[in-house]
């Protein structure tokens, strides 16, 4: 917000409008709500006021005393903006409700800086826009090509899986067989036998857990392979950069990235009007 704008804002409300962009779309919508904030006032209600936050990642409107933002309004999803050329009070503009997806028109009422505030937000939706360009672009492929990596690893893992199991069935086959074909009583040592790598094949239980110690104690088991994830003292497993990518990134970043590109295509419409058509236009 310039500096000359610091001071608290009257919003005057939001009301649907049938189209993103145009001047008597934002007269009807502003007629609308003067209309309803003199019943209300009527009533002896006041307009509230608010603050204002722009930067190139939107606009915020926030309760002046409490801080709390009450609606948050994405620059690529402002369409119009415009302000009164008469009074230098009023301005307001159409931004696309990223739940309903429905125009909702937001007029204020300022201090006599309603175009500086437009000029305001149309500065920061170009700034917003050349850096879409400059790093939107980059980021949608590189983590598009993060996405292939990860799911191709994965593949790997899976096929790493199932051929570490066939291994390890030939292995007990095998040892299987050579069992029923030892003689029996024999007492021969025989060396292991060795795979097709000339490697001696693993087995679970150690040759030498059969042999007792010098106090006669069997020593304990070797503990057999798991296949659970390891995990450290805290309990968490250990980081991976191939594998968590899949969660950290939501599975509509890419229609998001579109919706950005599709809001910041259509621009921003800055347009100065006139708005006090009738007596309802007095201070709210």
Known sequence: VPPRCKSKFRFLGSTEVEQPKGTEVVRDAVRKLKFARHIKKSEGQKTPKVELQISI?????????????QHNCQLHRISFCADDKTDKRIFTFICKDS???????????????????TLTIGQAFDLAYRKFLESGGKDVETRKQIAGLQKRIQELETENTELKNKVQDLENQLRITQVHASP????????PSTDIFDMVPFSPISPQSSTPTRNGTQPPPV???STEIKRDLFGAEPFDP?????????????????????????????????FCLDPLDSRC
């Open 99 to 117: 739940e309903s997806n429905k125009h909702l028109c937001y007029v204020f009422d300022s201090e006599k800086c309603a175009e500086e505030i």
């Open 223 to 225: 503990p057999s392979r």
């Open 184 to 191: 029996a009583g024999s007492v021969t040592p025989k060396s």
């Open 57 to 69: 990642y939107g606009v915020k409107i926030l309760d002046p005393k409490t801080k709390e933002v």
């Open 242 to 274: 191939f594998s968590c990518g899949a969660g950290d990134f939501p599975p509509d970043i890419q229609s998001k990235l579109d919706e950005m590109q599709e809001g910041f295509k259509m621009g921003l419409t800055l347009e100065g009007t006139v």
